[in-house]
């Protein structure tokens, strides 16, 4: 089955740094994801991203997060200056022509900030 | 807002047990319904959906009935295996393309044998 794959699956940063955390969605998917989870919490939206521009987002996606689809294969996320409270799993995930009618999400990067 | 609530876990079961994990909403609209399963050092896979009331959802002897009247989407599963063993997640979205999902904490369910 196609999967959605996450790089770094680990990333170990300190505070004020940018970091970027990349995704490759599936090929022919048009709806891009990200979530995150801090440890021991929900699992929470934080921006969806179609036809090259952000369709929704969260109250969580401030200024300090931003997302870029570069080369009609990656799909990133930058942080521009972690927080402490940035340290999650963030995970990335795909959907086809039907929406979210089902996610393809990948194995995630886990971000600690120190 | 919409939300989801899932039961607390760990929920620890020995081989060929049954199992219920239960998941309850507030939503506006009529949402669709998923469970979400996270096996260890993998992403998030979808079990099964239901996408109006009454519907059941189906997958690997998971189970789960959307029930309007009581806002629930329980997950069920009549005998558990080891490589049950994961992260449950129960969530739910509106019907428009592209809409976010809304996950409840996650439920840990550990399977000895």
């Known amino acids: 089955e196609p999967e959605v794959t996450q790089t770094p699956s680990h990333q170990v940063t300190q505070m004020g740094q940018e970091v970027i955390l990349r995704c490759v969605p599936i090929s022919n998917h048009l709806y891009f994801y990200w979530y995150r989870q801090i440890l021991g919490q929900k699992v929470e939206f934080l921006v969806s991203?179609?036809?090259?521009?952000?369709?929704?987002k969260s109250e969580i996606f401030d200024d300090q997060f931003s997302v870029e689809r570069p080369d009609g294969s990656n799909f990133t996320l930058k942080i521009r200056s972690t927080k402490l409270e940035d340290s999650a799993m963030y995970f990335c995930a795909s959907s086809g022509a039907a929406g979210n009618e089902k996610l393809f999400f990948g194995s995630g990067t886990q971000l600690s900030v120190l | 807002g919409d939300s989801v609530t899932q039961m607390e876990g760990p929920v620890t079961l020995s081989e060929e047990a049954f199992l219920t994990i239960n998941c309850t909403y507030t939503?506006?609209?009529?949402?669709?319904l998923f469970w979400y399963v996270q096996y260890p050092g993998e992403g998030l896979q979808l079990l099964l959906k239901?996408?109006?009331?009454?519907d059941k959802g189906s997958n690997k002897g998971f189970e789960a009935t959307y029930r309007k009247e009581t806002t629930s989407f329980h997950l069920e599963k009549g005998s558990v295996q080891v490589s049950d063993s994961a992260v449950y997640f129960c969530?739910?979205?509106?019907?428009?393309?592209?809409?976010?999902?809304?996950f409840g904490k996650g439920t840990t369910l550990s399977v000895s044998s």
């Open positions: 939503a506006t609209g009529y949402p669709s």
């Open positions: 991203f179609y036809n090259n521009e952000i369709s929704e």
């Open positions: 969530a739910l979205s509106g019907n428009q393309a592209g809409t976010a999902l809304i």
């Open positions: 239901a996408t109006k009331a009454d």
